[in-house]
């Protein structure tokens, strides 16, 4: 089963798939985690993924440009996959969904940030 985690932070990752169980199923080829820095889509100098809301209120979101990019360059990797953006505020995670999960090619996931995503 092939992972696509979109974060801003992909070397948080590192230690997590280094150890444990997870590192043992990446060496026997069970799974496949794919990191992708959502800020390598990201324009500009200081290469920003978040701004102020459209149409005000608020805390920051992120932008959809570079979030875009980064589900599109997941997609290439792994096509079948749903994409999954987490959040306190979605759907619970139980072991129902884990199973849909583990039925699919793969998942990819967004690693929420701020307050949300800029519709």
């Known amino acids: 089963m092939d992972f696509g985690i979109l974060t801003i932070f992909p070397g948080m990752l590192d230690s997590f798939l ?4 997870v ?15 959502i800020r390598d889509f990201a324009e500009g100098r200081h290469r920003t993924t978040d701004d102020t ?6 805390g920051m979101v992120m932008k959809p440009e570079p ?24 759907r619970r995670f139980t072991q129902m969904v884990a199973k849909e999960y583990a039925a699919m090619p793969g ?5 929420g940030r701020y307050e949300g995503v800029d519709e």
């Open 107 to 111: 998942v990819i996931f967004i690693c």
């Open 67 to 90: 979030l875009a990019g980064a589900i599109q360059a997941a997609k290439e990797k792994i096509p079948a996959a749903p994409v999954v953006l987490l959040s306190p505020q979605g």
């Open 18 to 21: 280094a150890h444990g169980i």
């Open 53 to 58: 809301p459209y149409g005000g209120g608020s």
């Open 23 to 37: 590192r043992r199923a990446m060496e026997k080829a069970i799974i496949r985690v794919v990191a992708i820095d």
